[in-house]
Protein backbone atom coordinates (compact mmCIF):
# COMPACT_ATOMS: atom_id res chain seq x y z
CA UNK A 1 0.00 0.00 0.00
CA UNK A 2 1.33 3.79 -0.53
CA UNK A 3 0.98 5.93 2.43
CA UNK A 4 1.59 9.98 2.18
CA UNK A 5 4.44 10.03 4.28
CA UNK A 6 7.37 12.78 4.44
CA UNK A 7 9.21 12.26 7.35
CA UNK A 8 10.56 8.60 7.02
CA UNK A 9 13.95 9.58 6.19
CA UNK A 10 14.34 11.60 9.69
CA UNK A 11 12.80 8.23 11.73
CA UNK A 12 14.94 6.09 9.77
CA UNK A 13 17.64 7.76 11.69
CA UNK A 14 16.30 6.78 15.21
CA UNK A 15 17.32 3.67 17.45
CA UNK A 16 14.62 1.34 17.75
CA UNK A 17 13.84 -1.43 18.85
CA UNK A 18 11.68 -3.79 17.20
CA UNK A 19 9.17 -6.77 19.18
CA UNK A 20 6.87 -7.85 16.70
CA UNK A 21 7.79 -8.84 13.03
CA UNK A 22 7.37 -11.91 10.93
CA UNK A 23 10.19 -13.54 8.66
CA UNK A 24 7.18 -14.54 6.41
CA UNK A 25 6.02 -11.07 6.05
CA UNK A 26 9.55 -9.76 5.26
CA UNK A 27 11.06 -10.94 2.42
CA UNK A 28 11.41 -8.43 0.05
CA UNK A 29 9.52 -8.32 -3.27
CA UNK A 30 13.04 -8.69 -5.25
CA UNK A 31 14.14 -12.00 -3.60
CA UNK A 32 10.49 -13.62 -4.13
CA UNK A 33 10.92 -12.69 -7.82
CA UNK A 34 14.30 -13.78 -8.13
CA UNK A 35 13.98 -17.09 -6.28
CA UNK A 36 10.91 -17.59 -8.42
CA UNK A 37 13.26 -17.25 -11.43
CA UNK A 38 16.16 -19.01 -9.82
CA UNK A 39 14.17 -22.24 -8.44
CA UNK A 40 11.73 -22.54 -11.53
CA UNK A 41 8.95 -21.62 -9.68
CA UNK A 42 5.71 -20.11 -12.09
CA UNK A 43 5.04 -16.30 -11.58
CA UNK A 44 1.49 -15.38 -10.52
CA UNK A 45 1.56 -12.98 -13.45
CA UNK A 46 3.32 -12.03 -16.88
CA UNK A 47 4.47 -8.65 -15.60
CA UNK A 48 5.74 -6.71 -12.77
CA UNK A 49 2.26 -5.08 -11.85
CA UNK A 50 0.35 -8.20 -11.80
CA UNK A 51 3.42 -9.98 -9.55
CA UNK A 52 2.86 -6.86 -7.26
CA UNK A 53 -0.31 -7.28 -6.78
CA UNK A 54 0.27 -11.28 -5.73
CA UNK A 55 2.67 -9.74 -3.39
CA UNK A 56 1.89 -6.67 -1.92
CA UNK A 57 -1.01 -5.66 -0.62
CA UNK A 58 -2.14 -2.35 -3.04
CA UNK A 59 -5.25 -1.13 -0.44
CA UNK A 60 -6.56 -2.49 2.57
CA UNK A 61 -7.68 -6.67 2.96
CA UNK A 62 -11.32 -7.71 2.73
CA UNK A 63 -10.11 -9.28 6.67
CA UNK A 64 -6.86 -10.37 8.30
CA UNK A 65 -7.35 -13.74 6.58
CA UNK A 66 -7.06 -11.86 2.72
CA UNK A 67 -3.82 -10.22 4.22
CA UNK A 68 -2.44 -13.48 5.63
CA UNK A 69 -2.90 -14.85 1.94
CA UNK A 70 -0.73 -12.21 0.25
CA UNK A 71 1.49 -13.25 2.90
CA UNK A 72 1.55 -16.64 1.91
CA UNK A 73 1.93 -16.44 -1.85
CA UNK A 74 5.64 -15.19 -0.87
CA UNK A 75 6.59 -18.07 1.52
CA UNK A 76 6.69 -20.41 -1.94
CA UNK A 77 10.37 -19.64 -2.14
CA UNK A 78 11.08 -21.78 0.87
CA UNK A 79 11.75 -24.65 -1.11
CA UNK A 80 15.89 -24.23 -0.40
CA UNK A 81 17.56 -23.91 2.31
CA UNK A 82 19.66 -21.56 0.73
CA UNK A 83 16.31 -19.37 -0.41
CA UNK A 84 15.57 -19.11 3.97
CA UNK A 85 19.30 -18.42 4.56
CA UNK A 86 19.14 -15.52 1.80
CA UNK A 87 15.91 -13.61 3.02
CA UNK A 88 16.77 -14.01 6.47
CA UNK A 89 20.39 -11.98 6.07
CA UNK A 90 18.43 -9.51 3.88
CA UNK A 91 15.90 -9.17 6.47
CA UNK A 92 18.64 -8.57 9.04
CA UNK A 93 20.70 -6.16 6.88
CA UNK A 94 17.25 -3.94 6.08
CA UNK A 95 16.21 -3.27 9.82
CA UNK A 96 20.15 -2.77 10.99
CA UNK A 97 20.10 -0.42 7.98
CA UNK A 98 17.03 1.30 9.36
CA UNK A 99 19.17 1.28 12.76
CA UNK A 100 16.95 -1.58 14.52
CA UNK A 101 19.21 -2.19 17.56
CA UNK A 102 17.24 -4.91 19.15
CA UNK A 103 14.88 -7.22 16.44
CA UNK A 104 12.67 -9.81 17.84
CA UNK A 105 11.87 -12.16 14.23
CA UNK A 106 9.24 -14.69 14.47
CA UNK A 107 8.67 -17.50 12.18
CA UNK A 108 6.30 -20.70 12.38
CA UNK A 109 8.15 -23.94 11.47
CA UNK A 110 5.95 -26.10 10.91
CA UNK A 111 4.20 -23.28 8.09
CA UNK A 112 7.67 -23.27 7.21
CA UNK A 113 8.07 -27.12 7.00
CA UNK A 114 4.78 -27.05 5.33
CA UNK A 115 5.75 -24.63 2.55
CA UNK A 116 9.00 -26.57 1.67
CA UNK A 117 6.95 -29.10 0.65
CA UNK A 118 8.67 -31.91 2.30
CA UNK A 119 12.36 -30.57 0.81
CA UNK A 120 13.75 -29.46 4.81
CA UNK A 121 13.37 -30.64 7.85
CA UNK A 122 12.13 -28.28 10.46
CA UNK A 123 15.79 -28.53 11.77
CA UNK A 124 17.36 -27.50 8.75
CA UNK A 125 15.00 -24.86 9.05
CA UNK A 126 16.11 -23.62 11.58
CA UNK A 127 19.81 -23.95 10.67
CA UNK A 128 19.29 -21.87 7.49
CA UNK A 129 17.15 -19.33 9.51
CA UNK A 130 20.55 -18.96 11.85
CA UNK A 131 22.77 -18.67 8.94
CA UNK A 132 21.16 -15.86 7.21
CA UNK A 133 20.69 -14.01 10.71
CA UNK A 134 24.65 -14.62 11.17
CA UNK A 135 25.05 -13.12 7.67
CA UNK A 136 23.05 -10.05 8.33
CA UNK A 137 24.63 -9.13 11.27
CA UNK A 138 28.02 -9.52 9.66
CA UNK A 139 27.41 -7.59 6.96
CA UNK A 140 25.31 -4.70 9.01
CA UNK A 141 28.63 -4.71 10.88
CA UNK A 142 30.52 -3.84 7.85
CA UNK A 143 28.25 -1.28 7.37
CA UNK A 144 28.78 0.37 10.45
CA UNK A 145 25.60 -0.65 12.02
CA UNK A 146 25.01 -3.38 15.06
CA UNK A 147 22.27 -5.23 15.90
CA UNK A 148 21.03 -7.85 17.84
CA UNK A 149 18.64 -10.54 17.11
CA UNK A 150 16.55 -13.00 18.55
CA UNK A 151 14.01 -15.50 17.42
CA UNK A 152 10.55 -16.46 18.49
CA UNK A 153 9.28 -19.49 17.26
CA UNK A 154 5.27 -19.39 16.50
CA UNK A 155 2.67 -21.59 16.49
CA UNK A 156 -0.36 -21.35 14.11
CA UNK A 157 -3.70 -22.17 15.54
CA UNK A 158 -5.15 -22.10 12.23
CA UNK A 159 -3.29 -25.46 11.16
CA UNK A 160 -4.45 -27.70 14.23
CA UNK A 161 -3.78 -29.69 16.80
CA UNK A 162 -1.01 -31.74 15.52
CA UNK A 163 0.74 -28.86 14.06
CA UNK A 164 0.61 -26.85 17.44
CA UNK A 165 1.50 -30.35 19.42
CA UNK A 166 4.85 -30.63 16.93
CA UNK A 167 5.47 -26.79 17.09
CA UNK A 168 5.46 -26.87 20.98
CA UNK A 169 7.91 -30.36 21.20
CA UNK A 170 10.04 -28.36 18.34
CA UNK A 171 10.56 -25.65 20.19
CA UNK A 172 11.26 -27.11 23.70
CA UNK A 173 13.39 -29.24 22.01
CA UNK A 174 15.49 -26.04 20.92
CA UNK A 175 14.60 -24.14 23.31
CA UNK A 176 18.52 -22.43 23.56
CA UNK A 177 17.38 -21.35 20.08
CA UNK A 178 14.51 -19.23 21.01
CA UNK A 179 13.93 -16.57 23.48
CA UNK A 180 9.73 -17.05 23.17
CA UNK A 181 6.97 -18.30 22.20
CA UNK A 182 4.19 -16.81 20.08
CA UNK A 183 1.04 -18.20 19.45
CA UNK A 184 -0.97 -16.46 16.59
CA UNK A 185 -4.02 -17.40 13.94
CA UNK A 186 -7.96 -17.31 14.57
CA UNK A 187 -8.51 -15.68 18.05
CA UNK A 188 -12.30 -17.75 18.67
CA UNK A 189 -12.11 -19.52 22.37
CA UNK A 190 -8.39 -18.36 23.27
CA UNK A 191 -8.38 -20.58 26.51
CA UNK A 192 -8.65 -23.79 24.42
CA UNK A 193 -5.33 -23.65 23.70
CA UNK A 194 -4.36 -24.31 27.44
CA UNK A 195 -3.03 -27.83 26.92
CA UNK A 196 -0.08 -26.29 24.38
CA UNK A 197 0.85 -22.98 26.30
CA UNK A 198 1.05 -24.71 29.68
CA UNK A 199 3.57 -26.96 28.15
CA UNK A 200 5.76 -24.07 27.31
CA UNK A 201 5.31 -22.35 30.39
CA UNK A 202 6.34 -25.66 32.66
CA UNK A 203 9.43 -25.55 30.03
CA UNK A 204 10.29 -21.95 31.72
CA UNK A 205 9.63 -20.54 28.20
CA UNK A 206 8.29 -16.90 27.54
CA UNK A 207 4.93 -16.13 25.59
CA UNK A 208 3.60 -13.68 23.40
CA UNK A 209 0.26 -14.03 21.91
CA UNK A 210 -1.82 -12.29 19.55
CA UNK A 211 -4.86 -11.12 20.64
CA UNK A 212 -7.81 -8.33 20.42
CA UNK A 213 -6.38 -7.83 17.28
CA UNK A 214 -9.46 -8.59 14.78
CA UNK A 215 -11.79 -9.98 17.77
CA UNK A 216 -13.39 -9.80 21.25
CA UNK A 217 -11.37 -7.71 23.62
CA UNK A 218 -11.75 -10.51 26.86
CA UNK A 219 -9.31 -12.63 24.72
CA UNK A 220 -6.31 -10.41 25.74
CA UNK A 221 -6.91 -10.95 29.35
CA UNK A 222 -7.44 -14.66 28.52
CA UNK A 223 -4.15 -14.68 27.20
CA UNK A 224 -2.70 -12.68 30.50
CA UNK A 225 -4.69 -15.38 33.17
CA UNK A 226 -5.24 -18.66 31.43
CA UNK A 227 -2.54 -18.52 28.81
CA UNK A 228 0.62 -17.17 30.39
CA UNK A 229 1.57 -14.18 27.97
CA UNK A 230 3.73 -11.60 29.29
CA UNK A 231 3.03 -9.70 26.04
CA UNK A 232 0.02 -8.79 23.86
CA UNK A 233 0.60 -8.87 19.83
CA UNK A 234 -1.57 -5.96 18.90
CA UNK A 235 -4.49 -5.53 21.74
CA UNK A 236 -6.14 -2.74 19.37
CA UNK A 237 -9.57 -3.85 20.84
CA UNK A 238 -9.02 -3.64 24.37
CA UNK A 239 -10.10 0.20 23.62
CA UNK A 240 -13.10 -1.34 23.55
CA UNK A 241 -13.70 -2.62 26.59
CA UNK A 242 -12.79 -0.15 29.89
CA UNK A 243 -12.42 -3.37 32.37
CA UNK A 244 -9.82 -5.41 30.24
CA UNK A 245 -8.12 -2.20 29.38
CA UNK A 246 -7.87 -1.24 33.02
CA UNK A 247 -6.62 -4.77 33.84
CA UNK A 248 -3.96 -4.39 31.21
CA UNK A 249 -2.70 -1.49 32.14
CA UNK A 250 -2.45 -2.37 36.04
CA UNK A 251 -0.56 -5.48 34.99
CA UNK A 252 1.95 -3.45 33.47
CA UNK A 253 0.85 -5.75 30.20
CA UNK A 254 3.66 -4.59 26.82
CA UNK A 255 1.50 -4.27 23.93
CA UNK A 256 3.26 -4.98 20.65
CA UNK A 257 1.53 -1.92 18.69
CA UNK A 258 1.91 -2.68 14.33
CA UNK A 259 -0.07 0.82 12.90
CA UNK A 260 0.34 0.12 9.20
CA UNK A 261 -0.53 -3.97 9.39
CA UNK A 262 -3.59 -2.28 11.17
CA UNK A 263 -4.79 0.01 8.77
CA UNK A 264 -3.94 -2.81 5.88
CA UNK A 265 -5.92 -5.55 7.42
CA UNK A 266 -8.92 -2.76 8.01
CA UNK A 267 -8.67 -3.33 11.77
CA UNK A 268 -8.39 0.38 12.18
CA UNK A 269 -10.00 2.47 9.20
CA UNK A 270 -8.55 5.83 10.04
CA UNK A 271 -4.51 6.19 10.84
CA UNK A 272 -5.52 9.51 13.25
CA UNK A 273 -7.85 7.37 15.41
CA UNK A 274 -5.48 4.37 15.75
CA UNK A 275 -5.95 3.31 19.54
CA UNK A 276 -2.08 3.22 20.14
CA UNK A 277 -2.45 7.15 20.79
CA UNK A 278 -5.16 6.19 23.87
CA UNK A 279 -2.53 3.68 24.91
CA UNK A 280 0.62 5.94 24.90
CA UNK A 281 -1.44 8.82 26.88
CA UNK A 282 -2.60 6.39 29.29
CA UNK A 283 0.85 4.96 30.25
CA UNK A 284 1.05 1.75 28.26
CA UNK A 285 3.84 -0.11 28.08
CA UNK A 286 4.64 -0.21 24.16
CA UNK A 287 6.62 -0.89 20.79
CA UNK A 288 6.06 0.10 17.39
CA UNK A 289 5.92 -2.44 15.09
CA UNK A 290 5.96 -3.32 11.39
CA UNK A 291 4.67 -6.61 11.48
CA UNK A 292 4.97 -7.73 7.98
CA UNK A 293 6.44 -4.97 6.25
CA UNK A 294 7.29 -6.78 2.70
CA UNK A 295 3.25 -7.67 1.81
CA UNK A 296 2.37 -4.12 2.63
CA UNK A 297 5.01 -2.59 0.88
CA UNK A 298 6.69 -0.46 3.90
CA UNK A 299 9.39 -0.38 6.25
CA UNK A 300 9.21 0.09 10.03
CA UNK A 301 10.00 3.61 9.68
CA UNK A 302 7.07 4.54 7.81
CA UNK A 303 4.94 3.27 10.88
CA UNK A 304 6.49 5.84 12.59
CA UNK A 305 6.53 8.54 10.18
CA UNK A 306 2.66 7.90 10.13
CA UNK A 307 2.30 8.03 14.21
CA UNK A 308 4.28 11.09 14.15
CA UNK A 309 1.93 12.77 10.87
CA UNK A 310 -1.39 11.39 12.23
CA UNK A 311 -1.15 11.08 15.67
CA UNK A 312 1.06 13.79 16.57
CA UNK A 313 4.06 11.12 18.18
CA UNK A 314 7.75 13.14 18.30
CA UNK A 315 10.72 11.98 19.45
CA UNK A 316 10.19 12.06 23.09
CA UNK A 317 7.54 9.30 22.54
CA UNK A 318 9.28 7.82 20.83
CA UNK A 319 12.18 7.10 22.60
CA UNK A 320 9.99 6.90 25.94
CA UNK A 321 8.31 3.63 23.83
CA UNK A 322 11.91 2.10 22.67
CA UNK A 323 12.75 2.25 26.33
CA UNK A 324 9.70 0.32 26.93
CA UNK A 325 10.26 -1.82 24.12
CA UNK A 326 13.70 -2.90 25.14
CA UNK A 327 12.30 -3.13 29.41
CA UNK A 328 9.90 -5.76 27.52
CA UNK A 329 12.25 -7.95 25.56
CA UNK A 330 12.76 -11.22 25.66
CA UNK A 331 16.63 -10.85 25.17
CA UNK A 332 19.25 -11.46 27.89
CA UNK A 333 19.18 -8.56 30.26
CA UNK A 334 22.83 -7.59 30.00
CA UNK A 335 22.27 -7.25 26.58
CA UNK A 336 19.42 -4.54 27.25
CA UNK A 337 21.19 -2.91 29.33
CA UNK A 338 24.11 -1.84 27.41
CA UNK A 339 21.81 -1.18 24.73
CA UNK A 340 19.57 1.71 26.77
CA UNK A 341 22.91 3.32 27.58
CA UNK A 342 24.37 3.27 24.59
CA UNK A 343 21.06 4.45 22.59
CA UNK A 344 17.87 4.93 24.42
CA UNK A 345 18.85 6.76 27.49
CA UNK A 346 17.45 10.24 27.90
CA UNK A 347 20.98 11.28 27.72
CA UNK A 348 21.08 10.06 24.19
CA UNK A 349 17.24 11.05 23.48
CA UNK A 350 18.77 14.70 23.80
CA UNK A 351 21.94 14.60 22.13
CA UNK A 352 19.38 12.67 18.89
CA UNK A 353 17.06 15.73 19.06
CA UNK A 354 19.99 18.22 19.35
CA UNK A 355 22.00 16.23 16.12
CA UNK A 356 18.98 16.30 14.30
CA UNK A 357 17.44 19.56 14.32
CA UNK A 358 19.89 21.00 13.44
Not at 324 to 340: G, I, N, Q, R, Y
Request: with cysteine; net charge negative; glycine share 6%.
Amino acid sequence: MHFQLHSTDKWRNLPKVELHCHFEGCIPYEIIIDEHHRQGIPLPGSTDAECRKAFVLEKPAKNLEDAIATLERGAIIFGEARAITRAASEIVLRKALENVKLLELRYCPPFMERKCRGKISMEDALGAVQKGIASGISKAREQGKEIHVYLIASGLAVLGSDSLQKVVDFVIKHRQDFVAFDLCGPEEDLSRYDTFLNQIYDAGMDITIHAAESSEPMNAQIAVEKLHAKRIGHGIKVVYNAAVFEYLRQHMIHLEISPISNLCTGEVKVASEHPVTKFNSSGFSLSINSDDPACFGTCLSDDYALLHENCGFGASDFFRINRSALKASFAPEDVKSTLCKTYFSEEKEKEWVLNTDR
